[in-house]
Nanobody, 121 residues
Framework: QVHLVESGGGLVQAGGSLRLSCAASGRIFRIDDMSWYRQAPGKERELVATITSGGSTNYADSVKGRFTISRDNTKNTVYLQMNSLKPEDTAVYYC???????????????WGQGTQVTVSS
């Protein structure tokens, strides 16, 4: 099994910062892309940021310049540094990882349980 455990969410005032972490554990041969998604109440889940195994990143336009995604491959962990937070950033944030569990199994998407981020005005 592969488990993704997220942490770092909480309540913060507008303009503040939070750092989310998501650690993958279990039988892991290789992790390719890792991403952060978020879902606000009544809204569809949206992609926030993606980082490849080589460190290439992509961000949603709404978070460019404010959020930074990074990863530590030695720890199988992805991070999301969120600065200059806005109330519209309020959502449940989910991490996602494309994980190969062995050399003979194809990769598959795994999801964390989500962590709540609330930004007050």
């Amino acid at each position: 099994q592969v488990h993704l455990v997220e942490s770092g969410g909480g309540l913060v005032q507008a303009g503040g910062s939070l750092r989310l972490s998501c650690a993958a554990s279990g039988r892991i041969f290789r992790i390719d892309d890792m991403s952060w998604y978020r879902q606000a109440p009544g809204k569809e889940r949206e992609l926030v940021a993606t980082i490849t195994s080589g460190g290439s990143t992509n961000y949603a336009d709404s978070v460019k310049g404010r959020f930074t995604i990074s990863r530590d491959n030695t720890k199988n962990t992805v991070y999301l540094q969120m600065n200059s937070l806005k109330p519209e950033d309020t959502a449940v944030y989910y991490c996602n990882a494309d994980v190969r569990r062995s050399s003979w199994l194809p990769g598959g998407d795994y999801w964390g349980q989500g962590t709540q981020v609330t930004v007050s005005s």
